[in-house]
């Protein structure tokens, strides 16, 4: 479904980003506290990044307008700098990339696909993103099979508990009846 934005649109994807930005902070503090666990092989630790993608898979499946994964990603970033990520401001350019990489995977699907293939192909997007700017900004220095390795982690990290976590998470909702006024709501749900 695409069309105009609606007020309740705009609400609803700010305060799902905003509720994520407030998750993404106790999850840095849980990745800052197991570094040391991986100290040995860094690139393991790939395997926690999806929780931080969420909002790039979620808010698209439940608003279904053009946009909406850049609006939630980037919208949880901002949030997540001003609850004091530790990574500052830079966050907010993560979180454009990631919901940048998501949306074009919406947009491919003409924003008519909502199943699980294009949440799993859309989180998976997010997570190449985080890879990329990760890799240039944080690991230059790390091998080849290091890099490989957190990527082979970090993408079906974000497959899984973006993409998957995500779907899942609409329609566990929309059983509810809380997102009776989105499409979400009233379509028949792909597999």
Request: hydrophobic fraction near 60%.
């Amino acid at each position: 479904m695409t069309g105009q934005w609606r007020t309740v649109d705009i609400v609803l994807g700010a305060a799902l980003a905003v509720a994520f930005g407030a998750v993404f902070q106790a999850w840095n503090v849980l990745w800052i506290a197991m570094q040391p666990a991986f100290v040995g092989l860094p690139p393991m630790q790939g395997f926690m990044y999806g929780i931080w993608l969420l909002p790039a898979v979620l808010v698209p499946l439940v608003i279904r307008r053009p946009g909406a994964a850049l609006l939630g990603e980037g919208m949880a970033a901002v949030a997540s700098a001003l609850f004091g990520a530790p990574w500052g401001l830079l966050i907010i350019v993560y979180g454009l990339m990631q919901g940048g990489a998501a949306e074009l995977v919406f947009a491919m699907g003409l924003y008519r696909r909502w199943g699980l293939p294009i949440s799993l192909l859309a989180g998976g997007a997010a997570g190449a993103a985080a890879v990329l700017l990760d890799l240039v900004i944080y690991y230059p220095g790390w091998a080849a099979g290091f890099q490989v390795l957190y990527a082979a982690l970090v993408i079906p990290s974000a497959a899984i508990v973006a993409g998957l976590g995500g779907w899942l998470l609409v329609r566990a909702l929309s059983r509810t009846g809380v997102l009776s006024a989105f499409p979400a709501a009233r379509e028949q749900p792909e597999v």
